[in-house]
């Protein structure tokens, strides 16, 4: 069994900075794609991901302000949020595909972290 834990966010003013942490353990065998989706008013979208080998995909929305880092040795993503704006309001989904220890499909997903951005 593949377990999520994320913690980070909160609420900050627009301008502000936060950062996201996300952790995967348990049966891993690899992580292939490990990142960031959110759910805001505009439904649930991918926010930034990270490739093993380091490629990274950023929405449009969040390019030049978000940046994803992660370590795949440890199995955590993190995401730096800045410049942020009322519209990254939303509750952030940390991500992990891949496979586990037994080879199946690994999908597993965080708890979610709720950002608000507000004056």
């Known amino acids: 069994q593949v377990r999520i834990v994320q913690s980070g966010g909160g609420l900050v003013q627009p301008g502000g900075s936060l950062n996201l942490s996300c952790a995967a353990s348990?049966?891993?065998?690899?992580?292939?794609?490990m990142g960031w989706y959110r759910q805001t008013q505009k439904g649930r979208e991918l926010a930034a991901v990270k490739?093993?080998?380091?490629?990274?995909n950023y929405a449009d929305s969040v390019k030049g302000r978000f940046t994803i880092s992660r370590d795949n040795s440890k199995n955590t993503v993190t995401l730096q949020m800045n410049s942020l704006k009322p519209e990254d309001t939303g509750v952030y989904f940390c991500?992990?595909?891949?496979?586990?220890?037994?080879?199946?499909?690994?999908?597993?997903w965080g708890q979610g972290t709720l950002v608000t951005v507000s004056a």
């Open positions: 348990g049966s891993i065998f690899s992580i292939y794609v």
């Open positions: 490739t093993t080998g380091g490629n990274t």
């Open positions: 991500n992990a595909n891949g496979l586990d220890g037994a080879g199946r499909d690994l999908d597993a």
